[in-house]
């Protein structure tokens, strides 16, 4: 096999807790994971140099030691001392610093994309380990699915599959960093704390209705004060008739559950044919489990 072309998924937060911030700087969290049906496409090439060279439709990302492609290959490469190099395409759907893990996702891809290529046989336990040394996100990137995830990221649960429904993905044209997310937010007495045990305990007896009424993302608190038109776009999903909406990750991107197909589309051509939705996606829940050994 001289080539392998793959999908990097992206994933939503259905609940998202920080529970405090650690003295090495890194917050300890508690999130529900979800992967939905909105990727990247990651094509790996074999070639006949030893260098990595990277390849992508977006014109203002990096293609050099930048980029979690380049990354994540160059990582497998010194670990497992290979010299044959690798040309990656990526080609990017999954709106880039939007709380979706696209970066995340597309590294995962690649460590999973080139323990094939090169027959290196990783167990998962040593992909998984060597994905959060790329990022937080990366180890449940190489899981997929619905799971719980707690430390930095790293303490990773399955879950049953959360039952399906139709995901609306609406980023507006904002940029919203993340350092200011978390350096912004008040871990203090009034802080409200998602209950992430009850969503789990929900997901666990297939209740969709209880485990939508705890969704919640702590980080909310900070970006819906600072940044109004998050705000407005929960509203309008809430109005089109979605069973929760509620922003991913640190945002900026806000999602909305439907179980209506027809409700899903409607809602979909007002938010791409009105201003508050920079990027707007219509996908579903994706279940699937990445198989590794
Ligand atoms: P997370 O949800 O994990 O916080 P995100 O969706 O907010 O991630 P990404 O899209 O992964 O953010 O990108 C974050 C930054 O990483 C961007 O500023 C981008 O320039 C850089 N980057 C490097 N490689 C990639 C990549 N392959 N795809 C997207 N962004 C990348």
Known sequence: MNSIKLKAY???NLGLDVIRKREDGYH????????????????????????????????????????????AA?????????????????????PVAAGLAGGSSDAATVLYGLNRLFHLNLPKEELMALGLKLGADVP?????????????GEKLTALPPFPFCYVLIVKPGINVSTRYVYENLKLNDSVKHPNIDAIVSAIKTNDLREAVSHFDNVLET??????????QIKEQLMASGAITSLMSGSGP?????????????????????????????LTGLYQPRLKLS
Do not use: W
Not at 36 to 50: A, E, F, P, Q, W
Not at 222 to 231: A, H, L, M, N, Q
């Open 222 to 231: 900070v970006t819906v004060k600072d940044y109004p038109i998050i705000g």
């Open 28 to 71: 300890e969290v508690r999130m529900i994971m979800q992967t939905i049906g909105l990727y990247d496409k990651v094509s790996i090439l074999r070639t006949n140099n030893t260098s990595i060279t990277v390849k992508t439709n977006l014109p203002y990302l990096p293609v050099d030691e930048n980029n979690l492609v380049y990354k």
């Open 253 to 281: 991107t806000v999602f909305g559950l439907y179980d209506s197909k027809e409700k899903a589309e409607r809602s979909f051509y007002q938010f791409k044919t009105g201003n508050l939705g920079k990027q707007v996606y």
């Open 10 to 12: 992206a994933k939503i």
């Open 74 to 94: 160059a990582l497998i490469k010194n670990t497992y001392q290979i010299s044959q190099g690798v040309h990656i395409i990526l080609d990017k759907k999954i």
């Open 140 to 152: 449940y990137c190489l899981m997929r699915g619905t799971a719980l995830s707690e430390g930095i």
